[in-house]
């Protein structure tokens, strides 16, 4: 059973670029999770949706960050444009209609911004 | 509004010590409580979780955690350390939705 698939695992670009995080849950599970981890912060909740509808994007930290999940196997984290600050590990996670269940990360995405 | 605390970033055990990794927590309503460990340039796994019952969980790899209310703390030990088991470790408090992650202790074991 494949597991939660993020790409790219690593992405280097500079400033002002573009930057699209892509994310693919495990089948059946119907709430998906981004994450940012730094050091300075730990890990921070950006968004989650559930049945494909983002529910609480209060830790997104500007406009230059959006989000979709246009259908349930598919959601991207889009940064416009990338600044170096954004430099982290981006995770995503998913979860089935459990809330007290367990929480399934991929591996992450790994941006440096120059 | 929920929160964790994990005392000391880095904790270092020699191989076959007592590991003993602390966490306190801070919720409005009654918590599900979990542990994950992150190893190097991985995502995170979950080791256990506590949502009702028995205050006592054992998860994989010989690790437990006591759920303590009145201590509002959810400390993860395991008997005796391996090299394995060198990793960061997060706890992670959740209602509803939301799971919020303390910001991870560092695990080292030494030989």
């Known amino acids: 059973d494949a597991g939660v698939i993020q790409s790219p695992r690593h992405e280097v670009t500079e400033m002002g670029q573009e930057v699209t995080l892509r994310c693919k849950p495990i089948s059946g599970h119907n709430s998906l999770f981004w994450y940012r981890q730094t050091m300075m912060r730990g890990l921070e909740l950006l968004i989650y949706?559930?049945?494909?509808?983002?529910?609480?994007d209060s830790g997104m930290p500007e406009d230059r960050f959006s989000a979709k999940m246009p259908n349930a196997s598919f959601s991207t984290l889009k940064i416009q444009p990338s600044e170096p600050r954004d430099s982290a590990v981006y995770f995503c996670?998913?979860?089935?209609?459990?809330?007290?269940?367990?929480?399934?990360f991929g591996e992450g995405s790994r941006l440096t911004v120059l | 509004a929920q929160s964790v605390t994990q005392l000391g970033s880095h904790v270092s055990v020699s191989e076959g010590a007592l590991v003993l990794l602390r966490c306190n927590y801070s919720?409005?309503?009654?918590?599900?409580l979990f542990w994950y460990v992150q190893y190097p340039n991985q995502g995170l796994q979950l080791l256990l979780k506590y949502t009702t019952g028995a205050t006592l969980v054992k998860g994989i790899n010989g690790f437990e955690a006591e759920f303590k209310k009145s201590e509002t703390s959810f400390h993860l030990t395991k008997p005796s350390a391996h090299m394995s088991d060198a990793a960061e470790y997060f706890c992670?408090?959740?209602?509803?939705?939301?799971?919020?992650f303390g910001k991870g202790t560092l695990l080292t074991v030494n030989p």
């Open positions: 949706f559930n049945n494909n509808v983002p529910i609480d």
């Open positions: 996670a998913s979860r089935n209609r459990d809330r007290t269940g367990e929480l399934f």
């Open positions: 919720s409005s309503v009654p918590p599900y």
């Open positions: 992670a408090v959740g209602s509803n939705y939301k799971l919020t």
